[in-house]
């Protein structure tokens, strides 16, 4: 539990948001790859993970920054 605790008492960070991101980037491009029966599929799959990575890191950061901040407040609530 302390690991855990730990982990929600840290602040988000970019590299962190890139990371999640990246991986949904990740599987976004395997299954339209997967998915598209024509020949542009890698082109087509690229373009949409480029995509959602871009639309992914900033949302994912600024979503753990409202969590954390909100954990936070509600620590302070507790404790004073």
């Known amino acids: 539990m302390e690991a855990r605790e730990r982990r929600l008492n840290t602040p988000p960070t970019w ?22 029966p024509r020949k542009g599929a890698v082109l087509t799959a690229l373009v949409f993970a480029v995509i959602a990575m871009a639309l992914y890191v900033p949302a994912g950061y600024y979503l753990e920054l409202t969590l954390y901040r909100r954990r936070q407040r509600k620590k302070q609530e507790a404790d004073g």
């Not at 999640?20 to 491009?29: E, S």
């Open 15 to 36: 590299k962190s948001s890139f990371m999640r991101a990246a991986l949904a980037a990740a599987v976004i491009f395997v299954f339209v790859v997967a998915t598209t």
